[in-house]
């Protein structure tokens, strides 16, 4: 597959299709349409390369947004905001940054690589480092490969930067979050400096390709009165959990997270049954009637039930007629070191992995 | 004033001195003596250079502790992380540093750059940039000649390491004071890059040969059994404000920061007068039977009666016979924009300024 270059026109599909991946995190995908939509027409369309293209010596960087969703619906980053972040890392770096990455799928920072490649030149690799959204930086398949977060870099919309350089990608997270709340609850980060031999090896390929067909699924599945849902649930290979209307959402914002549970009420086959939501930014577990039927790293996805557009976890409210699908995440976050990173238990519950497929694993 | 040599046997009295010009702030003398004891004795004596002999195109660096005092004692810093603090900000610079220069005046941070210099095998500044000491970085003269505290480097004792370079010098302390509490508390910066140019013009010159004057005026008074109170306020110029017993002792930690209270009542010539201390790491007010006699940035020194050693806020305890001293900061404190920066209004106190000899300032 060769170079694409993405117009404006392929916009709506990505964001709508990111957002999907997104399992309920990664932003609104309206901010990140008009961010990209804006950098497009500035810029001219960004270039999209295969990740099995990019070469040995490619010099890759990851930039994207940082911080609690809720907030960067009404603080909204600029094109300059995210370029700063790739500058100061590449001052930083002593070397100049030949490829922008996207850290995770989702509405927004499957889109910010785009934004940030028009004004500074650059293609974005067809790739992302989770193959989904988590909430922490060093959830990052190349955290496995014992890839460095950092050194890594962090903006303000005031003009404010930082550098940080830890001894491992918890400690980038943990400095990382606190430099964003100071800033506001959102800042542009860029980090994640790799070889091209690196990023081949440890990104999950495919990305923003796979955004942009899921939404032109969705897209082309509504034109044509057929169910989008089942065919996002066919392309990615995932079970439909659940079907229902939203009859309850508790969350909070705990240490720059959205966290929170919401209960959905079964309709046509699963009427009388009732379906828990377990969210921290992203759909992490989904419970039905007391069993638990899937988990955090496999996806959880929430998407309206006629439409299929995904629905983040932070506009995710009363009356809503939605469908809960599950999809299968990359596989190497079911080994004993990814589990570890990502699994239900590092997000504070009190049981093992569901995997798709493949029932509970302890 | 020629170079001078700083050995093991000063480091007692610049210890000594430096804590009673910290004014209950800077950190406990006696975890500066330790360090700086162990850094000549394994560097060699470090080399201290007049203000004023300082050549236009050196590049003066701040090194220094922050963090709440109370970690300090348990945390104790090295050499190495002092040095690697200064190093992560050359590299971010591009420039060696020439020389070192003390934040502050306090038992901690006057020998932090002793500690650091033996390390780097750099002279150190025989200055500071507060005359005193304060509980914020922005809180230095050279902000007052805009010069900024960042490009600045941050260091923690497991390798962390981060660099700010931020709109303005109360950012710097934002986002440095966060970083500071992830890294347990305590942390080493190295911040304030200035042209020997700048620091001429912007520290307070003398505080270390001064804190050396007034370590020997303590100790020769207390071999002479004579008053070593009456010498060291002579010395600074200042007024003995009281002289009791520490009866009530009431202190919080607050963002970092030790904020409280002490009562002391009359004794001899004060029998039935109380003097009630206000501090935030340092003495900010002396209230003396409800009329405030002294303020912020006017120096507050609580002493040990006989001995006259420096008490400092975290060490203050029931039961202390202490007299009070205060005496004229840096004149350049008492302008209207160094009363905006450390004037008792900013530390949330609702009057104005004390100034000695002056009486009140609105």
Redesign the interface.
Known sequence: MAELLITEADLDDIAAGAAILGTGGGGDPHIGRLLAGAAVRAGGPARLVPLDTVPDDAVAVVVAMMGAPTVMVEKVPSAEQAALAVR?LAA?LGRTPTHLVCAEAGGVNALVPLVAAAELGLPVIDADGMGRAFPELQMVVPTLYGIGATPMSIADE??????????DNH?AE??AR??T???GCSAMISLLPMSGAQAREALVPGTLSLSAELGRLVREARAAHRDPVAAVTGRLGGVELFTGKVVDVVRRTEGGFARGEATVEGLGDRTGERLLLRFQNEHLVAVRDGEVVATVPDLICVLEAEAGTAITTETLRYGQRVRVIAAPCDPRWHTPEGLELVGPRYFGYDHGTVRLGAGTVA
């Open positions: 100061a930083y005031k003009g404010n930067s930082g550098i940080f350089d830890t001894v400690w943990r400095l606190s430099a709340i100071d800033m």
